[in-house]
């Protein structure tokens, strides 16, 4: 049964894949630029959902764990901490890196 469901939407129309407790899923959105992952699984030892997101620059899958925790504190009311000075980071660093291009 599943336990973890994603949906993407592109030229092609909406596409859906579930995941369950043993396999996780996972969901990764990329450009020339850059790539975003999401991967959520089951933790069997606290029975909580857990997740990571990742950013790379360039076009590969992975880099870069930006969070990473229960999915239940993530959805907590309030900031989410240490995600904003992570985000800036990044953009610094390809700005950095377009500057180097020219």
């Known amino acids: 049964m599943s336990h973890f469901y994603s949906s993407i939407q592109g030229n092609r129309g909406e596409a859906t894949?579930?995941?369950t407790k043993g396999s996780?899923?996972?969901a990764t959105?990329?450009?020339?630029e850059g790539s975003i992952s999401?991967?959520?699984d089951h933790d069997h030892n606290?029975?909580?959902n857990t997740y990571e997101i990742r950013a790379t620059s360039g076009s590969g899958i992975g880099g870069t764990i930006i969070k990473e925790g229960y999915v239940?504190?993530?959805l907590k009311p309030g900031p989410i901490d240490g995600f904003e000075d992570h985000f800036n980071h990044l953009?610094?660093?390809q700005a950095d890196a377009?500057?180097?291009d020219e």
């Open 98 to 100: 377009e500057k180097g």
């Open 46 to 48: 606290s029975s909580k």
């Open 91 to 93: 953009v610094g660093q």
């Open 24 to 26: 996780g899923i996972r």
């Open 38 to 40: 999401v991967i959520m």
């Open 17 to 19: 894949r579930c995941g």
């Open 72 to 74: 239940e504190d993530l």
């Open 29 to 32: 959105a990329q450009s020339w």
